[in-house]
């Protein structure tokens, strides 16, 4: 009965998908008036020192209606930003590690409902946290093991860094496959699919399972079978001095006043060993836009088919049902993406079925199917009190939609 349901959920999603897809091939129009206002309003927050400066976007199933960088890269060298600037795109990086695994699902080589154990032995035997007592832990036999599908929704109950690893990510002194073999036996918090709760590990082992099941390193899947096809050239884990020269530096704010910062949370990419599979992406909004227009047209670019209507239908739907989840009112999650339940606060302008994800220091994409719209804001900030409720997010997508005609 749940291979029936679950097969009739996906038909389901299809027919979505296809209908979304076939309502916006229809011309969008905006009013390219209010469209400036974005540049006028962003550059607001530069003078108020929220933000060194800012790359926003927004497009169609096909085109690029709105494409502006305002302020500075680099405050301190007084290098503008630029329309082509490199950003650290942080946790936005997560869809398109689910995308990573989905592309296998598409090839018969994984299967989300599979165990993780099956692809990934280090994982047998993983136990539940029962309770504490005192100092003591007491460990139990989960009900079942974790799955693919609790890792691409974050309901899998996976605990953060075990000690010795706290600094992984600042550090990236150990290989992918390192750093989820010692996390592998943390006792996961709660029985898997009960709950959610974001987590970065889980993503991290998808990024393994892609590199042991497709016998190619992470990173140059991601390349290979995404990027390339795609044409999303100014896109990588490890990228070289090029783009490096053309990356925003990250800011804090502190009395008022922006303070760079060198690489927070994430280390420096030049030499690491880890790629950070949960938000190790650097890359440009021109960039993304290919990715989510793909999202767009059904998992397909042109004649070039990088994920099945199937595939990205489970990706960008509901999965987590009524599960309390996400940083804001309203959300829920698909595989890798955010998903807009109920539009409120600062995605009250979307529309229901919306779906995206934000990174770190402030950067955000939403992808708006019934409007066939999406819209990319990059910027490098971080110590915002909720970043993925952030006033430049809000915003930047009110002025966005009220450009819609």
């Known amino acids: 009965m749940k291979c029936l349901a679950d097969s009739i959920r996906m038909m389901l999603a299809i027919v979505f998908l296809t209908t979304v897809a076939t309502q916006t091939v229809q011309a969008i129009e905006f009013d390219h008036a209010k469209l400036e206002q974005i540049g006028a309003r962003m550059a607001q927050f530069v003078e108020e020192q929220q933000i060194a400066g800012a790359v926003t976007l927004v497009g169609t199933r096909d085109n690029v209606v709105h494409h502006a960088a305002i302020g500075y890269a680099n405050n301190e060298l007084r290098r503008e930003m630029r329309p082509d600037t490199v950003f650290r795109i942080a946790s936005m990086t997560k869809p398109i590690t689910a995308a990573a695994v989905m592309i296998l699902v598409d090839e018969g080589k994984v299967a989300v409902e599979d165990p993780v154990e099956k692809y990934l032995p280090e994982f047998q035997g993983q136990m539940l946290l029962d309770r504490r007592e005192g100092d003591r832990v007491v460990l139990k036999k989960p009900h079942r093991p974790i799955t693919v599908r609790d890792l691409l929704t974050h309901t899998a109950g996976v605990a953060g860094f075990p000690p010795g690893m706290r600094d992984l990510y600042s550090r990236r002194d150990r ?126 670019a042109g004649d070039k088919r990088i994920l099945s209507q199937a595939s990205l239908a489970e990706m960008t739907r509901l999965q987590t049902g009524d599960l309390p989840c996400g940083f804001t009112p309203g959300m829920g999650f698909g595989f890798g993406f955010a998903h807009v339940k109920e539009p409120l606060g600062v995605t009250a302008m979307l529309s229901p079925g919306t779906y995206g994800h934000g990174g770190a220091f402030g950067t955000q994409g939403w992808i708006d199917p019934q409007r066939g719209v999406f819209f990319v804001l990059l910027i490098q900030r971080v110590s915002l009190a909720n970043g993925d409720a952030s006033e430049m997010r809000h915003e930047f997508q009110r002025l966005a939609v009220e450009a819609i005609r």
């Open 175 to 300: 290989t992918l496959g390192e750093a989820v073999a010692m996390s592998s036996q943390q006792p996961l918090q709660f029985e898997p699919g009960s709950r959610w709760s974001y987590c970065n590990q889980g993503i991290d082992t998808l990024g393994h399972l892609v590199e042991l099941v497709s016998g190619e390193p992470y990173a140059e899947f991601l390349a290979a079978h995404i990027f390339e096809p795609l044409g999303m050239r100014e896109t990588a884990i490890f990228p070289g001095k090029e783009l490096l020269a053309r990356n925003a530096s990250i800011y804090d704010r502190k009395e008022g006043r922006l303070v760079a910062v060198e690489y927070p949370l994430i280390g420096d990419p030049r030499g690491a060993k880890h790629p950070i599979p949960a938000g190790g992406l650097f890359s440009t909004a021109a960039d993304l836009a290919k990715f989510y227009q793909m999202t767009l047209n059904g998992g397909s």
